[in-house]
């Protein structure tokens, strides 16, 4: 009987290590993970975005990878006022706080002026009818220049004080003046009649 409880206590003894063991073994692994995902996260650890607008690519690529950011460049626009390849704008803004590694999108200046065709106007449009379709082409508009014609017909669109073709290409945004009819009748000069009549009993 001795020798049975001594082997009962024993076998309790041996259960209550497992558990103990397996109770230290999930400890342990919990307090792993939960450093490993702290690390990976990296929880509570934020890097301020520096100021990369009007660098070139290349400089701006370098004051990010010290920064511990990466970077992509996601458009391409022009700014008539920035070197060619500099960079016009960057999200995240400066000054916002983000975590190691992040990505930040860049828009770099193209160099390259955008241009747009002149919408067929002249000729075949009435004046509203034309600042509309300018306008929506992306065109500025001076004051209206007016001739003698029918009342608000366009006969012309200039641009730089020249009169231009529908279709020519031309920087967008750029200003054109229309040229368009006042109401007043167009005075026709008649020819002289060159026909020269000889009396041939002149020559008679």
């Known amino acids: 009987m001795a020798k049975e409880n001594k082997n009962i206590k024993r076998g ?11 109770l230290i073994v999930a400890i ?8 490993w995902m702290k690390s990976y996260t990296l929880h509570g650890q934020y890097i301020t975005v ?13 004051t990010l990878s ?6 992509e460049i996601t458009d391409y626009k022009f700014d008539k006022m920035m070197v060619e390849g500099g960079v016009i704008e960057q999200k995240p803004k400066p000054g916002a706080f983000v975590k190691q590694g992040r990505k930040i ?16 106007v002249a000729d ?7 600042e509309s379709k300018l306008r929506a082409a992306g065109f500025k508009l001076t004051e209206t220049e007016y001739v003698d014609g029918d009342q608000d017909w366009v006969y012309e669109i200039k641009y730089l004080g020249e009169a231009i073709k529908a279709g020519t290409e031309i920087p967008e945004g750029s200003t054109l003046t229309i040229v368009a009819g006042n109401g007043n009748p167009v005075e026709e ?4 009649d060159s026909t020269i009549v000889i009396d041939m009993d002149f020559f008679e």
């Open 12 to 22: 309790i003894l041996i259960v209550l290590a497992n558990l103990l063991a397996m």
């Open 28 to 35: 342990i692994l919990v307090i792993v993970t939960f450093r």
């Open 50 to 62: 520096p100021d990369v607008t009007g660098m070139y690519e290349e400089e701006a690529r370098q």
């Open 66 to 71: 010290m920064t511990g950011l990466n970077y």
């Open 105 to 120: 999108y860049l828009t770099l200046n193209s160099g390259k002026e955008p241009l747009r065709a002149v919408p067929d």
């Open 124 to 130: 075949n449009s009435s004046l509203r009818a034309a």
């Open 189 to 192: 000069i008649e020819e002289a």
